[in-house]
């Protein structure tokens, strides 16, 4: 059965401070898909990234990046100095399969920003 | 644009009264979803649909009702059997003509509120 767990309830951090989000998964397909999604206070899921099973290079977009680690199951997301606007919550899902059919989500990790 | 809309934002149910949920895509997507998020907690899949006329339980379904007769709607009935309703609704659309996956996208959500 797939599983995604986010250990961090919430994180605080001082604005232009670096923090890492973690992510660990379980599954036992060889073909999935990871994705982070950030909820800000809206309520809409914003789609971040993709990763497929078989690309571990780990990518950089801007302030963020992402570190996919398949010997330790992982998916770990960084925000480099941290705006307030980055405040809100940020979840880790998994999808199993060439098609991806059903997405599992991880509880989530609440990141507040302070000025 | 495309995407997916829900509607309405904000809605009340009387005890023992079934209230559905709309949720349109014009995305031209195969798969649609819906979840629930009580306060505080993760996504929880209550059902998902992968092409038109078929859906799937999902691990909440208890309560609920769907319906996939066109590919672009996928309403959401609560019914009265589901005691307790009040929850943030999530609903999202994947997977594109060309069958490859996709990350989920997602609408804005339907607030549901018991009075």
């Known amino acids: 059965a797939q599983k995604v767990t986010q250990a961090q309830t919430e994180i605080s951090v001082v604005e232009k401070e670096d923090v890492t989000l973690d992510c660990v998964y379980e599954?036992?397909?060889?073909?999935?898909?990871l994705f982070w999604y950030k909820q800000p206070p809206s309520g809409e899921l914003v789609f971040l990234i993709r990763r497929n099973s078989f690309d571990e290079q780990n990518e950089i977009s801007g302030r963020y990046s992402w570190n996919f680690q398949k010997s330790t199951s992982s998916f770990n997301f960084t925000i480099t100095a941290s705006q307030v606007v980055d405040s809100a919550v940020y979840f880790c899902a998994l999808s199993e399969g060439n098609y991806g059919q059903n997405f599992v989500f991880g509880p989530g990790t609440r990141l507040s920003v302070l000025p | 644009d495309g995407g997916i809309t829900q509607s309405p934002k904000y809605l009340f149910r009387k005890e023992g009264q079934n209230v559905t949920l709309s949720c349109e895509q014009n995305l031209n997507h195969d798969a649609m979803y819906w979840y629930r998020q009580d306060p505080g907690q993760g996504l929880r899949l209550i059902y998902y649909s992968q092409i038109v006329n078929d859906f799937q339980k999902g691990d909440i379904a208890e309560g609920y009702s769907v319906s996939r007769e066109k590919k672009e709607s996928f309403p959401l009935t609560v019914t009265s059997a589901q005691k307790n309703p009040t929850a943030f609704y999530l609903c999202?659309?994947?997977?594109?003509?060309?069958?490859?996956?996709?990350?989920?996208?997602f609408g804005q959500g339907t607030r549901l509120t018991v009075v």
């Open positions: 599954t036992r397909d060889t073909t999935y898909y």
């Open positions: 999202a659309s994947s997977i594109d003509r060309q069958g490859r996956n996709t990350e989920a996208f």
